[in-house]
């Protein structure tokens, strides 16, 4: 059963940090392009960040040196190091996998990511 599961979203004040973990079963994700999204409540949904099989990076401007991901292919996870958070960046955040940047073909079940004081 193929299945991406996110953890690691919380509760963080202002200039906090979190870790995001998205972890794929049935499925070796160092063969697909992983990205995270996020969608705050009222907005539709946005891209984050997303990382290629040859790991390349991408970035939303608006987290552009505040966020960083990665992958670590030996226990098929992909993570979203979070850092200097603000209240803008309060969402649920989703990991997907597909063969490519521009078609996603598994999506996780999401997680919150709170930034409140």
């Known amino acids: 059963q193929v299945q991406l599961v996110e953890s690691g979203g919380g509760l963080v004040q202002p200039g906090g940090s979190l870790r995001l973990s998205c972890v794929a079963s049935?499925?070796?994700?160092?063969?697909?392009?992983i990205g995270w999204f996020r969608q705050a409540p009222g907005k539709e949904r946005e891209g984050v960040s997303c990382?290629?099989?040859?790991?390349?990076?991408y970035y939303a401007d608006s987290v552009k040196g505040r966020f960083t991901i990665s992958r670590d292919n030996a226990t098929n996870t992909v993570y979203l190091q979070m850092n200097s958070l603000s209240p803008e960046d309060t969402a649920i955040y989703y990991c997907?996998?597909?063969?490519?940047?521009?078609?996603?073909?598994?999506w996780g079940q999401g997680t919150q990511v709170t930034v409140s004081s």
């Open positions: 990382i290629t099989t040859n790991d390349s990076t």
């Open positions: 997907a996998a597909g063969p490519t940047v521009s078609r996603w073909d598994y």
């Open positions: 049935g499925f070796t994700l160092d063969y697909y392009s």
